[in-house]
T-cell receptor, first 110, second 118 residues
Framework: DQQVKQNSPSLSVQEGRISILNCDYT??????FLWYKKYPAEGPTFLIS?????DKNEDGRFTVFLNKSAKHLSLHIVPSQPGDSAVYFC?????????FGAGTILRVKS | GAVVSQHPSWVICKSGTSVKIECRSL??????MFWYRQFPKQSLMLMAT?????????EQGVEKDKFLINHASLTLSTLTVTSAHPEDSSFYIC??????????????FGNGTRLTVT
């Protein structure tokens, strides 16, 4: 039973344009959401997070939006850069555990 | 942010042998450490939660006798894959937390260990 779903396995975007990565969750007990970036053979690197009491959090080029009623969150990267090419994992926290989605491969073309 | 050191970064072992992976929290006391496993092109799956000074809590389907976890200090947790088989070949990653003192803080991850069992 996948509690956190990233339905797009990959996304290709032109440099300078916006990248939008989506994530859906099923467990209404999740109250904290995070996005991680991961390169092959490395551990995930924290990008940005959002608490369930907010609907938007912005940090530089990265913005996370949370729609609690739809149990949906998204990560916007603008402008996209070639160095953003990586696997992006959405994660949701309930209690002390972090549950990850399957990841989306982002390719930013120059 | 926290710095997590994981060692070794890769290891090749023969089937039937045991392998120990270390996870160290370098700049804060980690009351809780987590061990994840990632298969190729798949998500990170939580294997177990390692609590300092007590027994680890394993996720459903994870064999506690096969994946031995020791969290003897606030800075070190170890995962030992016992009697390794080729199907144990995977990418193992640890992460640290100072929960519950900082509930809404991100987990910080080590760089992972690539285990190949021949």
């Amino acid at each position: 039973d996948q509690q956190v779903k990233q339905n797009s396995p990959s996304l290709s975007v032109q440099e300078g344009r916006i990248s939008i990565l989506n994530c859906d969750y099923t467990n209404s007990m999740f109250d904290y959401f995070l996005w991680y970036k991961k390169y092959p053979a490395e551990g995930p690197t924290f990008l940005i997070s959002i608490s369930s009491i907010k609907d938007k959090n912005e940090d530089g080029r990265f913005t996370v939006f949370l729609n609690k009623s739809a149990k949906h969150l998204s990560l916007h990267i603008v402008p996209s850069q070639p160095g953003d090419s990586a696997v992006y994992f959405c994660a949701a926290k309930g209690g002390n555990k972090l549950v990850f989605g399957a990841g989306t491969i982002l390719r930013v073309k120059s | 942010g926290a710095v997590v050191s994981q060692h070794p970064s890769w290891v090749i072992c023969k089937s039937g042998t045991s392998v120990k992976i270390e996870c160290r929290s370098l700049d804060f006391q980690a009351t809780t450490m987590f061990w994840y496993r990632q298969f190729p092109k798949q998500s990170l799956m939580l294997m177990a939660t390692s609590n300092e000074g007590s027994k680890a809590t394993y996720e459903q389907g994870v064999e506690k006798d096969k994946f031995l976890i020791n969290h003897a200090s606030l800075t070190l947790s170890t995962l030992t894959v016992t009697s390794a088989h080729p199907e144990d070949s995977s990418f193992y990653i640890c992460s640290v937390s100072d929960f519950p003192s900082s509930y809404n803080s991100p987990l910080h991850f080590g760089n992972g260990t690539r285990l190949t069992v021949t």
